[in-house]
């Protein structure tokens, strides 16, 4: 079945980086397109980047600039590399796929941004 696994996040001081993971299994990892989600306490879950199977990409307005989203088609893993953190990114991960037009979902990991 299709598993997604993300890792990386934690506690970070305003102007710092982070980096998070997503380990996939299930899928045809170089054929699918793949993107971070985040919700935050009390809204919805909004994109925050996409990448699609050729390498290319698409920000959030919220996070151009400072974060970039990649793929490593050897190790079947999407990354997020966040810098210049701003309290607004607290929230919670969530890597995404579809397959066969169904979307799966990893547990999510938190990201804090505090002082």
């Known amino acids: 079945q299709v598993q997604l696994v993300e890792s990386g996040g934690g506690l970070v001081q305003p102007g710092g980086s982070l980096r998070l993971s997503c380990a996939t299994s299930?899928?045809?990892?170089?054929?699918?397109?793949m993107s971070w989600y985040r919700q935050a306490p009390g809204t919805e879950r909004e994109l925050v980047a996409v990448?699609?199977?050729?390498?290319?990409?698409i920000y959030a307005a919220s996070v151009k600039g400072r974060f970039t989203i990649s793929r490593d088609n050897i190790k079947n893993t999407v990354n997020l590399q966040m810098n210049s953190l701003k309290s607004e990114d607290t929230a919670v991960y969530y890597c995404?796929?579809?397959?066969?037009?169904?979307?799966?979902w990893g547990q999510g990991t938190q990201v804090t941004v505090s002082s």
């Open positions: 995404n796929t579809r397959r066969n037009g169904v979307a799966y």
């Open positions: 990448i699609s199977s050729s390498g290319n990409t």
């Open positions: 299930g899928i045809i990892f170089s054929a699918n397109a």
